[in-house]
Nanobody, 118 residues
């Protein structure tokens, strides 16, 4: 199982970024997926979850609801996180994770750094 994130970077507050996560080594569409982030000096923070298959069940952390959009393309084995209206407090390493049960993750990507300047 491999999860590889991309798309992070340095942006100013108010800007947008789209993160991608390419999955391999497993039946991508059969698993729920999520994004988790770790702000500098803080604990891991769950961001959003999308269910297996059609991805029609989506949940967001209150801090990102209305600004972030999670989606998946099972034909391309890719998970996305569209991030709009970014804030300095969104600065973190963002991880793509495979979710086997609610907030239970068994595989993690290596992470991609997002830095939002004020």
């Amino acid at each position: 199982v491999q999860l590889v994130e991309s798309g992070g970077g340095l942006v100013q507050a108010g800007a947008s970024l789209r993160l991608s996560c390419a999955g391999s080594g497993f039946t991508f569409g059969s698993y729920g997926l999520a994004w988790v982030r770790r702000p500098p000096g803080k604990e891991f923070e769950w961001v959003s979850t999308i269910n297996a298959g059609a991805g029609d069940i989506i949940v967001y952390h209150d801090s990102v609801r209305g600004r972030f959009t999670i989606s998946r393309d099972n034909a391309r084995n890719t998970l996305y996180l569209e991030m709009n209206s970014l804030k300095p407090e969104d600065t973190a390493v963002y991880y793509c994770v495979r979710e086997v049960n609610w907030l239970t993750f068994d595989y993690w990507g290596q992470g991609t750094q997002v830095y939002v300047s004020s």
